[in-house]
């Protein structure tokens, strides 16, 4: 062989050798099991409210209906509308475990293959779209799924139970859930702007009179409470502990609002002022349209009223009223 082979050998042998170990050098990217995309599923299912309807969301996991066609495209190789996602419980979940494995991968891979850290941020993304729910009410959601989590990756050596269908209950006045949403991308209200809806729904509805079957100032539903009160304090209190626990209520209230707020931000293209109207429509009726003549109007204009009068007195204090948009 001559030489110049030898050399161009040589040369072609190093180049392989300093290729494997560039490869060998590379952090390990995470491929998560199907048994922890199972158990993220299951958690965020047990996270999410029972279906309402006239809640706007789809499926048991409550999906946003503007995201179905694209994951649904993406995930399952045809582009669903919400109504057939909402029929087809294998197509639903199908589509979600696809979402979540593609962001429980990209977790695992940003906080170097730490398992509860990834659980949190996948379940702060499911519900706001970031990584960044250290407080209030989504940092109790993710407290939450990561709790069911746990408990299903526990016994991850059987297979997750599949979902049970249920019936979804007729709408009244505060039973309606706003739930974790999923958009690609979200609009996230700020601490002062829920207080200002929470105090405009409280000075809004009638004092509290006996008997009348409301409870506390914010003049709830009873069957409601207990299912708010756990998702939201993780506590499922009574409705005479809802209303002897005014700072309970006013959790429960604003993590309600917080998610709905956000809702009608982003299906108003971030329209303070319709979604301020969506919320209270919604809160009177169940629905966040239809409000547009008589009492129900009456009541919308009132929220709305109160609601800017605690806004202005917010920004003369200099706080903030700025919305954050999140990326996809």
């Known amino acids: 062989m001559s030489s110049k082979l030898i050399r161009q050998a040589r040369h072609l042998l190093l180049s392989g050798l300093m290729v494997s170990v560039g490869l060998w050098a590379m952090p390990a990217q995470a491929q998560v099991s199907d048994a922890k995309v199972n158990a993220m599923l299951e958690a ?86 970031t990584t960044a729910c250290n407080s209030g009410a989504t940092a109790t959601y993710v407290q939450r799924v990561v709790g069911f989590y746990q408990q299903q990756a526990g016994g991850n050596n059987t297979p997750v139970r599949q979902p049970a269908n249920t019936q979804r209950q007729p709408t009244t006045q505060s039973s309606t859930q706003s739930t974790p949403r999923s958009p690609s991308a979200v609009t996230l209200v700020s601490d002062n702007q829920v207080a200002a809806m929470v105090e405009a729904l409280r000075q809004a509805a009638p004092p509290n009179r006996p008997n009348d079957g409301m409870f506390s100032q914010w003049q709830v539903l009873p069957n409601i409470i207990p299912s708010w009160s756990k998702q939201c304090v993780g506590q499922e209190l009574t409705p005479a502990q809802f209303e002897a626990d005014a700072t309970a209520a006013r959790t429960v209230v604003s993590c309600i609002m917080q998610r709905e707020l956000n809702r009608q931000y982003s299906a108003n293209n971030n329209n303070e002022t319709a979604a301020v109207r ?39 204090s200099n706080r903030n009223h700025l919305l954050t948009q999140v990326p996809s």
């Open 44 to 129: 965020l299912r047990q996270a999410a409210p029972p279906n309402s309807q006239n809640d706007g969301m789809y499926s048991q996991w409550q999906v946003l209906p503007g995201i179905i066609p694209s994951w649904t495209k993406q995930c399952v190789g045809r582009q669903l509308t919400p109504a057939q996602f909402e029929s087809d419980a294998t197509a639903a979940r199908n589509t979600v475990a696809c979402i979540v494995k593609r962001e429980l991968n990209k977790q695992y891979q940003a906080t170097r293959n730490n398992e509860t850290a990834s659980v949190r941020n996948v379940a702060c993304w499911w519900m706001t779209g």
């Open 278 to 316: 969506g919320t209270a429509c919604w809160w009177m009726t169940g629905n966040a349209t239809g409000c547009s003549s008589g009492a129900t109007a009456s009541y919308v204009e009132k929220v709305l009223g109160l609601y800017q009068q605690q806004a202005q007195g917010s920004s003369s």
